[in-house]
Structure formats: C-alpha cells, structure tokens
C-alpha cells in the first residue's frame, strides 16, 4: 500500500497512531485516583 | 524582494516572542519561578514545552537534512521519539512531580542527591549536564546559523553572530516562565509549519504513492525501516533508534525537568496525548528531506551546497514569501525553545549544582545573588558554545544525536532505574554515569575521526554498557537507605495495616 514495504507501513500506520491511543488511555486510567483526591481536598 | 517578506515576517516573530520574554520576565521572583515556573502551569502549557523541547534545531534542521540522505529510517527515529514522549511520562512524569513538591528538587540533579543522599552524585550528574548541553547547543546554533545564512544571504559566521545575540537577550530576560509561555506559542507555530511543508511537499511530489514509487527507483533503501540493500543504516541502527529515543527520551533533563512544573497531578492526565500528538505532527516535516531528494533527481530543483541547507532551501523554493516567512518563523522557534531550555540547564548545573555544592560547600546562596550568578554563566556558556559553533565538526544531525545519546547514556540508568528500584546504590550512579559520558565522547570522538565506526550508533552502546555496570554495581556494593523511599504512600501504608488488622 503506499508503496513502501509491509514492516514501513506498519510503523507508520499501526504502530505510531498506537503510540497516541495508548498515551491517551494511560492519562485517563493513570489519574483516576489524583482527580478524586483532589476534588475532595 | 521575497528575501526581504521572508525577513520581516520573521522580525516581527521575533519581535512577538521578545515582548512575551519581557513580559514575563516581570513576573519572575525568585529561583522557583526561573527554573521551574513556581509549578504553576496548566496541562496544554506544560505538554506544548516538553513538545517543542523535544523538537529543536537538530529536530527541524538536522534531521530532514539526514532523512534526505537515508529515507525513512529517519521517520523511524520520529515515531520512536514520539513513543519515547508517552513512556517518559509513564516512567517519571508521577514520581518527579511527587519529589519535586516533596523535596523542592529544582533540578535532575537536586532530584539525584536526595535520592542517592550523595554530592559526589549530584556534581558528577551535574558536570555529565553541562558536557552534554554544550554539544546539544552547538546543534542549535549551527541549526540557526545555515537558517539565517540562506534567508539574509549572509556569510554563515555573521548569520550565527546574529542569532546567538537575539537568542540570548529574551532568555537571559525571561528565563523559564518566558520560556514555557514562548514555547506555547512557538509549538503551534511549528506545527503549523510542519503541516504546510507536508501538504504543500505532498503536492509539489505529486502523493504519497508517488514519492514512494520514486524514493524506491531512486534507491529501495530510502523506503525501508531500515537498510537491506547495502545502505549503512541497518537493522542495528534502527534498534539503537529504538533505545536511544523510545526508552531514553526519559533521559532528557531539558524535557523532564518540565514534569516538575504542573500545577496539579490530575493535569498529567491530558499531558501526555497533548505533548506526543503535536510532537508527532512536527514529525511531518521532517518529510521535506525525501521531497527534496525527489525534486533534485527529477532535475527540477538544484541540489543544496550542504545537507544541511536541505530545510531551509525547500521552504525559499517552494514556497510563497509569506508562508516562507511563517516556516522561517517555526524553525526558528524549534531552535530557539530548546536553546533557552539548554542555556537554562547549563545555568543551574554550573551555579545550583558546581558552584554552590563544591566551591560554597553547600551553603545557600541569596536568591539575588544566584539569579545573577545565572545570568552570567548563560552568557559565559552562549559565549563558549558560539565559539565553538563557528566551526562543527560534523551536520546538525549527527551533532545532536551524539549529545542525545550522551544525556541517555549518562543519566537514563541513575534517573529512571534508580527512581523505582530500591538496590540501586550511589556508587552505581557514579560509575554509570562516568562510564556512560565518556564512552559515548570516545565513540563518537573515533567515529568522526574514521577511527573505528561500530555498527550500532555510539550512544547506544555507550548506554547498554552504562545500564548493566549500574546493575552490576548496585548488586556489588552495600545498599543503603534513600530518603525517597522512606515515606510510603498512605493508601499502601492504610492497606498493610488492614491486612495486619486481619491477620
């Protein structure tokens, strides 16, 4: 596809938008516990 | 005529972030406020400058001059760096952000002398900072000097000498308040930038396909992920990319030290997608190094003087003088937010850790006198690294990948390895940190001169054997008790007591 090769197409079109899909979940699992904390305070 | 729209647009950019440094700069109080920002920013400000940190000059100028060369193991190193964007936050954003507020560690090297209970850790730690600013910043400032000498048409010896005195006025001004609020406005620059020349090349080459197509005529490598047809960056290269800038991004004090700067935790929250999004769009542009290759081939456009012209010739070419002088704009501010970050970093390693831990012997210095103290060492290291500057040894490129590596090599395991893993001793940070600083100079000291070119880059082998000697170490030597540790978190403390309440 492209014409690059398969392991190139995947870096760039699985593995790099992952790469923001996973940044986004961990943000919203990994501060759960901050968010409550703080709108206790 | 086009020379002279590219140029104003520039100076009245300039003029913008001169006035935001000014501005800000009467807000700064005290050292808190110079370094750190007084940990009052918001998740967009903070996550924009650890974004256009991470993007400099070696980023914008460096790279699409290398990517021009190589293809698209290049992009590789991106999507690496990208990735390496989200696992700094994992490894570090929480636990720096704790100590920060718990300890009031300025600095990556405040942070290593609580954590080793050591001087001895924080000067060496400190001294291994400074090495590797000065050659990040020669990156820099070399990176600003071939963008300046093509749009003023100027010897390149002049075009630094200009930059370097702008550069050094808003940052010595501002410090790192300037710095975050200059960096905000300069990220959306740059990804706008990096957006144009990405469309606008994608036109100029006619698709992505065809770029391909034609990349692949002119040499299958440029399209692989790595070399297989007799190219030299090979499957060793793109594994040391891996390392380099996945895992050690981590490493960076410049970026880091911008975890210590949120106003609240639960902020961290959209951080880290904020900073690795726009992060990844800057990455765009690093497409310019193939188009570029493309037009040459097809004859349609003369081949730079030096790869490291690639950028900036691409954007006076193809592009209108208003846009150009936007793009101008956004390379500019690549170099300039991750100079201001290195000048601050050299700044506080000199003052807070050498000067006031060694020659005061630890006694606090008054805030006034510190804040001027940092203020002449800025410009004793601008004044250094400009010198240094007039004559690289090598491109933009391999300048700032060398540096990078150094700060992995050196840092990585005493920062990342020793925040969450109890054994780790001080002595192991001291020879981890000494092996890993002087063996990455050596490496790539021979491979300059053509003395021995290894075939994994010099940074990552300098930083495999700096993590298994701070293994080794640890296990060798007497652990002791670090400060750190010693608070546990009261949710696990609340837990282990109802466990023993059970039982």
Do not use: C
Not at chain 2, 98 to 123: C, H, M, P, Q, W
Not at chain 2, 413 to 431: D, E, F, N
Not at chain 2, 485 to 501: G, M, W
């Amino acid at each position: 596809m492209f014409g690059i090769p398969i392991f190139t197409g995947f870096m760039v079109f699985i593995f790099w938008p992952l790469v923001l899909v996973a940044s986004l979940l961990w943000g919203h699992f990994a501060f759960k516990h901050e968010e409550e904390n703080e709108w206790t305070r | 005529m086009d020379k002279m729209i590219i140029l104003i647009i520039g100076i009245l950019y300039l003029i913008v972030i001169l006035v935001i440094g000014i501005w800000s700069s009467r807000k700064q109080k005290d050292m808190s406020t110079f370094y750190i920002g007084g940990r009052s920013f918001g998740p967009w400000l903070v996550a924009l400058a650890i974004s256009s940190t991470t993007m400099s000059g070696y980023g914008f100028v460096g790279l699409p001059a290398i990517a021009y060369e190589n293809g698209y193991i290049i992009i590789m190193l991106g999507i690496f760096a990208t990735a390496g964007i989200f696992v700094s936050f994992l490894v570090l954003a929480k636990p720096l952000r704790k100590i920060s507020e718990k300890f009031g560690s300025l600095t990556i090297s405040d942070l290593l002398e609580t954590r080793y209970n050591s001087k001895a850790v924080r000067v060496v730690t400190a001294l291994a900072i400074l090495g590797g600013a000065i050659g990040y910043q020669m990156a820099q400032y070399k990176a600003l000097g071939n963008m300046l000498q093509t749009v003023l048409g100027v010897r390149y010896e002049v075009a630094l000498f200009i930059g370097v005195a702008i550069l050094t006025v808003y940052v010595v001004a501002g410090g790192m308040i300037s710095a975050v609020w200059t960096d905000f406005i300069q990220m959306i620059i740059m990804v706008a930038g990096s957006l144009i020349v990405f469309f606008g090349g994608l036109r100029l080459v006619g698709g992505f396909s065809q770029m391909n197509r034609e990349l692949t005529q002119i040499n299958p490598d440029l399209t692989q992920a790595f070399h297989t047809n007799g190219g030299s960056m090979t499957i060793f290269i793109f594994l040391s990319y891996f390392l380099l800038y996945m895992i050690g991004q981590q490493a960076q004090p410049h970026v880091v030290t911008k975890f210590y700067m949120i106003r609240k935790l639960s902020m961290l929250k959209w951080a880290a997608f904020i900073a690795a999004l726009t992060y990844g769009l800057t990455v765009l542009l690093w497409f310019s190094g193939p188009f570029t290759r493309i037009l040459v081939e097809r004859g349609e456009m003369a081949a730079p003087a030096s790869a490291d012209l690639v950028v900036p010739t691409f954007i006076t070419t193809y592009f209108h003088p208003v846009i150009a002088g936007l793009l101008f704009a956004a390379v500019m501010a690549a170099i300039m937010s991750t100079s201001e970050a290195f000048l601050l970093l050299a700044s506080s390693s000199v003052v807070r850790d050498i000067y006031q831990q060694v020659i005061k012997k630890g006694k606090e210095l008054p805030p006034k006198k510190e804040l001027s103290l940092s203020r002449w060492v800025t410009l004793a290291t601008v004044a250094l690294t400009f010198l240094l500057s007039l004559n690289p040894p090598d491109l933009v490129g391999w300048l700032g990948n060398a540096s990078w590596g150094l700060f992995v090599a050196s840092l990585l395991p005493a920062v990342s390895i020793g925040i969450w893993w109890k054994r780790a001793t001080r002595q192991a940070a001291l020879v981890s940190t000494i092996l890993g600083f002087s063996l990455s100079l050596i490496l790539y000291i021979l491979k300059v001169k053509g003395i021995y070119t290894p075939q994994l880059d010099t940074g990552a082998i300098a930083f495999i054997i700096s993590t298994l000697s701070f293994v080794i170490v640890s296990y060798l030597t007497k652990n002791e008790k670090s400060e750190l540790f010693s608070h546990e978190d009261p949710r696990i403390q609340a837990d282990k007591l109802v466990i023993e309440n059970k039982q």
